[in-house]
């Protein structure tokens, strides 16, 4: 005699919920999740408890086909609660685990209620296995893409991190940039810097990329372009913090930057005083003056 | 020659390049590169996923950790599926470029690696090799 596993499975469910809802919570809390204290016990407890009861309710409207309409309000229950554990820092074996700790008491309740019948146990076990693991999938997915959420929104803060043009001296500005100079971000950065050269009446603009790890063709062209474009403004610029790797690196390349270049912020901005008829003394007096 | 380790990433989109950069670099580490050959390999795999994504229309590269006796050595293959390059010397021209870069990227790949291959055939995609060896 064949069993229909999705009716085994559904009366064992209803009928031995609370047992099945107390080796749960005892499976959750042996796995640890509550031992890293980001969840309490009650908070578990009751997100068992609602996520056991539209299982039930799931079982008898939707079958064993957990992406149909009978399942909608359990899968929703369960995104959230995916969520939540993706921002409240949980492993991803944590959060899998919440649906997959499940199949033990099920398992067990389904042994209890037809021992006597061999083919209806692994009937329904089946049946509870591949059900159990769509769900346990679903918050998996739900999981990773609240993580890619928060990956994608970081990404966008970092490529809008403000490239700040500092104010160095009267006249004398300072373009420190870092990270990847891409198409997008030299767009804001030559923005910024043409803005900042009217604003400050500067007449020298000094560009350092010691932040910037990898100068290729594209970022030198850029780099080219901000400094042709300072120029047309009035300022000349500075490159500072090109480092000896990259000088090497360049020089292989066979990119020219026909600018006025220093190894160092410093350099540069020496240099950017003396253009401009200043001269940094030190004060040898004072010293002696105290005395 | 045998090859100690190897991996394949795509070249899709311009965060494909960063993350290629940032692979050979770590490559590049492991096999106990200075930071000059560092900074060199790094540049010509900037240049050459570039080149994959903006003139291929995205592809693959393969990189692979090499040994020949005591030598290591650090092999990367770009690979696109795109137009092809239909004269290569003249791609290889310095200042020569068919989009609007600065026409250094292939010729400077070349200067900064050991070893240069390249080959394309005319709608049916280019594969670029270099070497750079302890």
């Not at chain 1, 000094?206 to 009035?234: E, Y």
């Not at chain 2, 290629?20 to 560092?38: N, S, T, Y």
């Not at chain 2, 994959?52 to 592809?59: I, K, S």
């Not at chain 2, 990367?76 to 021209?93: C, H, R, S, V, W």
Request: glycine share 10%.
């Amino acid at each position: 005699m064949t069993m229909d596993g999705t009716e085994v499975l559904k009366r064992t469910v209803t009928e031995d919920e609370a047992a099945i809802l107390v080796g749960w919570t005892a499976a959750l809390r042996d796995s640890g999740s509550l031992q890293s204290g980001r969840i309490r016990e009650a908070e578990l407890q009751t997100q068992a408890k609602a996520v056991l009861g539209q299982f039930r309710d799931a079982l008898a409207a939707g079958g064993l086909d957990a992406d149909s309409e009978g399942y909608a309000s359990l899968r929703e229950t369960l995104a959230d609660i995916s969520r939540s554990r993706a921002i409240q820092g949980f492993t991803p074996t944590d959060t899998a685990n919440f649906v997959f700790s499940l199949k033990e008491p099920v398992f067990e309740a389904l042994r209890r209620t037809s021992a006597a019948d061999a083919s209806a146990l692994a009937a329904g076990v089946w049946a509870g296995g591949k059900v159990l693991d769509r769900l346990g999938l679903h918050t998996m997915e739900v999981f990773l893409a609240s993580r890619e959420e928060v990956i994608g929104r970081q990404g966008q803060e970092i490529a809008e991190l403000s490239t700040p043009v500092v104010r160095l001296w009267d006249g004398i500005l300072a373009l420190p940039l870092i990270g990847t100079l891409d198409s997008a971000r030299t767009g804001v950065v030559m923005e910024n810097l043409l803005q900042a050269i009217v604003d400050e009446e500067a007449e020298i603009a000094i560009i350092d990329i010691t932040g910037v790890p990898t100068v290729d063709t594209l970022v030198a062209q850029h780099l080219l372009k901000t400094v042709a474009a300072a120029r047309l403004m009035g300022a000349d610029c500075i490159v500072s913090g090109i480092r000896p790797q990259i000088a090497q690196t360049m020089v292989h390349l066979g990119v020219e930057l026909n600018v006025v270049s220093k190894a160092t912020l410093a350099d540069a901005f020496a240099v950017a005083l003396k253009r401009t008829g200043r001269k940094v003394v030190r004060q040898q007096t004072s010293t002696e003056e105290r005395r | 020659m045998t090859v100690t380790k190897a991996e394949t990433l795509p070249v899709r989109s311009g965060d494909d390049v960063v993350r290629v950069r940032q692979r050979v670099r770590a490559l590049a580490i492991e096999i106990g590169l200075g930071l000059v050959d560092q900074t060199k390999i790094v540049t010509a795999a900037s240049e050459l996923a570039r080149n994959t994504l903006d003139y291929g229309g995205g592809g693959d590269m393969r990189a692979e950790i090499v040994q020949a006796g005591m030598r290591k050595g650090l092999r990367l293959t770009f690979e696109d599926q795109g137009p092809g390059i239909a004269d290569i010397d003249q791609a290889m021209t310095d200042h020569y470029t068919s989009g609007g870069g600065l026409g250094l990227g292939l010729g400077g790949a070349k200067r900064l690696s050991n070893e240069f291959h390249i080959e394309s055939t005319p709608g049916a995609g280019t594969r670029v090799t270099i070497a750079r060896w302890k």
